[in-house]
């Protein structure tokens, strides 16, 4: 009689059911299926909407309206949620369904999550119906290709180059709107809303986080978002820095301004050359030029090709030199983790390859991470490493095995020599 072997249970289970799913796996899977049940919530949704909405019309408008109204009260009521979601739900159900149904059908395919379907919904919605027609295709796939927060940046960047003719007219008239509101929370705490241009409420932002992590460094006790507070508040009611430790007393702010050459001059201005402002998006030209005037606190990039620019100091010292710092920063726009949106201005300058290994201080060995996703690729069993010959694209490599390209936002010019015509003979 002879003894028959079977390989291990989990090579029988690959060998006839295909390999066995991970907990990655499975947690992907659930999130497909929510994806999947919200979009049939949605078709449900409208649905009940169409139907009430269709026996009332024989009724007059005035009625319609109050239909509505009950349709939302009914929804809040059955789902235990408020007016306001149920609302809000009505309504992305409504473009979902309607002029966006393509989004729809990338939702109940999973190939979207929900969080992406309202983000294009929101933000489609600022457009008139035959501009959003025109863009709503492309904006799907860019949803299935981007993380939420990358996404809601891109499709931003998207309306403003569409709507490039009537930038500057807009952003006329919301300068307007401009004032500062104070509203009261709890237990003596309140919030100080500014309701002004993004380019300075970033540099604000940026040196008060700056600042606070100076005083932070020097070894305060209190937590970054603490300090923040405490930074903005000092320097809005004293307007001096002097009572704060050396290292934070000299920071300014500093925002990034990427200007094509030809916009700046005044001749240029196409949607593919609008000026964009790091941590913000496409601005108006004007404010561009503005922004470029000459202060020291805009760091100006002209996307025009030029030599001279500092790609890589080799082997003969550690920190990058500040030029080439810049350039890192200004090619990614942000941090180069997966999905991460943290200005590159925030973040550190990482050596691919280690300097302890051999590893460059150069353009393609360097990457702007955020201190966390830093601690990340150092500590953990992740495995980062730049494409070669791509740009600055970044291969993330999880401990499951699963990859992740990051690519910049930008890409630096590449020089290359060109044989000269051969002289005519005199």
């Not at 305060?220 to 007393?249: F, K, M, N, Y």
């Not at 180069?336 to 390859?353: K, N, T």
Request: net charge negative; charged share 25%.
């Amino acid at each position: 009689m002879t003894e028959t072997l079977l390989p291990p249970p989990s090579e029988r289970d690959e060998e006839w059911f295909g390999p066995v799913p991970d907990a990655v796996d499975l947690v992907v899977e659930t999130a497909t299926m929510m994806s999947v049940f919200a979009a049939e919530r949605y078709a449900r949704i409208d649905a009940m909407r169409q139907e009430a909405l269709a026996a009332a019309r024989r009724f007059g408008a005035g009625e319609v309206e109050l239909v509505e109204r009950s349709i939302r009260l009914e929804l809040a009521a059955a789902m235990r949620v408020t007016e306001y979601a149920a609302g809000r739900l009505i309504v992305v159900a409504e473009a979902l369904r309607g002029s966006c149904r393509v989004a729809w059908e990338s939702l109940a395919g999973g190939r979207i999550t929900e969080k992406h379907a309202e983000v294009l919904v929101d933000l489609l919605g600022e457009l008139a119906p035959e501009e959003q027609a025109g863009l709503v295709g492309d904006v799907v796939l860019l949803a299935e290709a981007e993380p939420v927060g990358t996404f809601r940046r891109k499709l931003r960047d998207r309306i403003a180059r569409a709507r490039v003719e009537s930038l500057e007219d807009r952003y006329r008239a919301a300068m307007q709107t401009r004032r500062v509101v104070v509203e009261p929370v709890a237990d003596g705490l309140g919030v100080l809303l500014a309701y002004a241009p993004e380019v300075e409420l970033q540099a604000i932002f940026t040196r008060a986080t700056a600042m606070a992590k100076a005083i932070k460094a020097a070894g305060d006790e209190r937590t970054l978002d603490q300090i923040r507070a405490d930074v903005v508040c000092d320097l809005l009611i004293d307007g001096t820095t002097q009572h704060v430790p050396a290292a934070a007393s000299g920071i300014r702010a500093q925002v990034v301004v990427t200007v094509p050459a030809l916009s700046l001059l005044g001749e240029g201005g196409s949607a593919a050359e609008l000026p964009v402002v790091e941590g913000v998006g496409p601005v108006p030209v004007s404010r561009a030029r503005e922004l470029c005037g000459g202060d020291g606190k805009w760091m100006r990039v002209l996307t025009h090709p030029e030599t001279g620019m500092v790609l890589s100091v080799g082997r003969d010292r550690y920190e990058p030199p500040a030029a080439l710092r810049r350039l890192v920063k200004w090619r990614a726009d942000r941090c180069m983790a997966p999905g991460c949106v943290m200005p590159a201005s925030r973040c550190e300058i990482d050596h691919q390859i280690r300097w302890t290994d051999g590893g460059h201080t150069s353009l393609e060995n360097h990457a702007p991470f955020c201190k966390g996703h830093h601690l990340v690729k150092d500590n953990t069993a992740w495995q980062v490493r730049q494409v070669p010959y791509s740009g600055g694209v970044i291969e993330w490599t999880s401990p499951t095995g699963r990859r992740y390209l990051v690519k910049p936002e930008r890409r630096v010019p590449v020089f290359t020599a060109t044989a000269r015509e051969p002289a005519p003979p005199s």
